[in-house]
C-alpha cells in the first residue's frame, strides 16, 4: 500500500461528457503528480502540485484541468471527453518537488470512453 | 530535445540474470531512476543513482555512467513475480521526471 488514494476506481462514460478523478496524497507528500497510460503505453505526465501551487505542466490538454486544495488533495477534471482518452489515470505523489525522491503511485482510475 | 531509450521488450530465463539498458539525452541530469510496474499495478520505485557507479538493492543492483549517459538495472536470480515492466526515469534541470517509454521483461520457467 503506496498510501496514494486514488477514486474511482473505474469510470465508464460517453463522449462529450465530463468527469473529475480524485488523490488524496499519502500523508506528509506535499507534490502531486498526475499521469495519463494508455494501453500498453508509457507514462505521459500531465501536471504536477506543490503546496497547492502548479510547479511544473506536461503534455497535457486544454481540455484537462487540475488543482491542489488546501488539504492537499488534488482533481483532474477532464472536459469534452473523446474516446482518445480512454486510458489508466495514475496519481503520485512525493515529500518535496525534486525529481530525486520517489514517487509514490495510486492504483489508478480506469477511464473507459464509449 | 528530451528523450530516454530503452528495449521495448526483454525475454530472460527463471534463475538467470538480465540487464535492461537506459539511454538518455535531456537538458541537464540530477539523477536516473527506476520503476516497476506490473500488468494492471501502479508503478513502484525501485531505486535512484546521482553517481557514476553500481547501487546493489538485493537481487536488483542499478549502475549509471554520467559520462556514457547511460544506465542499467541488473535482475539476479530472476522469479517468476519479476516479470513487469520497467521504467527508467530522469531528473531533468528543472528536477522534473523525465520518463522512457519502459521495457517488457518476459520471463520464461
Known amino acids: 500500500d503506496s498510501g496514494v488514494t486514488q477514486t474511482p476506481k473505474h469510470l465508464i462514460t460517453a463522449t462529450g461528457q465530463r468527469v473529475t478523478l480524485r488523490c488524496s496524497p499519502r500523508?506528509?507528500?506535499?507534490?502531486v503528480y498526475w499521469y495519463q497510460q494508455s494501453l500498453d503505453q508509457g507514462l505521459q505526465f500531465l501536471i504536477q502540485?506543490?503546496?497547492?501551487?502548479?510547479?511544473a505542466k506536461g503534455n497535457i490538454l486544454e481540455r484537462f484541468s487540475a488543482q491542489q486544495f488546501p488539504d492537499l488533495h488534488s482533481e483532474l477534471n477532464l472536459s469534452s471527453l473523446e474516446l482518445g482518452d480512454s486510458a489508466l489515470y495514475f496519481c503520485a505523489s512525493s515529500v518535496g518537488t525534486e525529481g530525486n525522491q520517489p514517487q509514490h503511485f495510486g492504483d489508478g482510475t480506469r477511464l473507459s470512453i464509449l | 530535445g528530451q528523450s530516454l531509450e530503452q528495449p521495448s521488450e526483454v525475454t530472460a530465463v527463471e534463475g538467470a540474470i538480465v540487464q535492461i539498458n537506459c539511454t538518455y539525452q535531456?537538458?541537464?541530469?540530477?539523477?536516473l531512476s527506476w520503476y516497476q510496474q506490473h500488468d494492471g499495478g501502479a508503478p513502484t520505485f525501485l531505486s535512484y543513482n546521482a553517481l557514476d557507479g553500481l547501487e546493489e538493492t538485493g537481487r536488483f543492483s542499478s549502475f549509471l555512467s554520467r559520462s556514457d549517459s547511460y544506465g542499467y538495472l541488473l535482475l539476479q536470480e530472476l522469479q517468476m513475480k519479476d516479470s513487469a515492466s520497467y521504467f527508467c526515469?530522469?531528473?531533468?534541470?528543472?528536477?522534473?521526471?523525465?520518463w522512457g517509454a519502459g521495457t517488457k521483461l518476459i520471463i520464461k520457467p
Open positions: 502540485y506543490y503546496n497547492g501551487e502548479e510547479r
Open positions: 500523508s506528509g507528500d506535499l507534490s
Open positions: 535531456t537538458s541537464g541530469f540530477y539523477g
Open positions: 526515469a530522469v531528473s531533468d534541470s528543472n528536477y522534473q521526471l523525465i
